[in-house]
């Protein structure tokens, strides 16, 4: 079974959080979204935001909805998934999460795939296109349909 990890101390409603996970699920078998408590100061409200995150996907079974309170890539090996799912709106984000993939890979084997939930161009040309693809990153919200 093919299995992303979707991380963060992030809010549920934050933009493209459904596209990323739904998105995900068309590539993994599974998706695991997982809330951080790693930080030097826990959070306070990370019940609630379970709660919250659990009753949006109650109805899906390929999603699965957890804690932890390690790094996020020994969460992942200790989960078995075998890429971690990323989120961008723009192209000046993607630089970094290509790095950050780059980075992720060599020290863990992990792969990170990178998904575009709200581009900000309406126009991409087809060398940049390439050259996000050439990074993994997946293109398919900026290219016309």
């Known amino acids: 079974m ?3 990890l979707f991380a963060g101390s992030f809010n549920p409603f934050t933009i493209g959080h459904k596209d990323i996970v739904e998105r995900g699920l068309e590539l993994f078998d599974e998706v695991v ?4 408590d790693n930080q030097d100061k826990p959070s ?3 019940d609630e935001r379970l ?3 659990r009753g949006v996907y ?3 079974p390929r999603v699965r909805v957890d804690v932890y309170h390690s790094l996020t890539v020994d969460y992942a090996k200790e989960i078995g ?3 971690l799912l990323r989120g961008v709106r723009s192209v000046m ?3 970094y999460e290509r790095q950050m993939a780059d980075a992720n ?5 992990i792969e990170t795939v990178v998904l575009f939930t709200k581009p900000e161009l309406g126009y991409i040309s087809s060398s940049l296109v390439r050259d996000l693809k050439k990074h993994g990153a997946d293109v398919s919200a900026l290219v016309a349909k």
């Open 81 to 83: 998934a075998c890429a």
């Open 51 to 53: 709660r919250v995150i």
């Open 2 to 4: 093919r299995k992303a």
């Open 58 to 60: 109650k109805d899906e």
């Open 105 to 109: 890979r060599a020290l863990t084997g």
């Open 44 to 46: 306070e409200d990370i």
């Open 33 to 36: 979204i997982a809330i951080g």
């Open 93 to 95: 984000d993607f630089e």
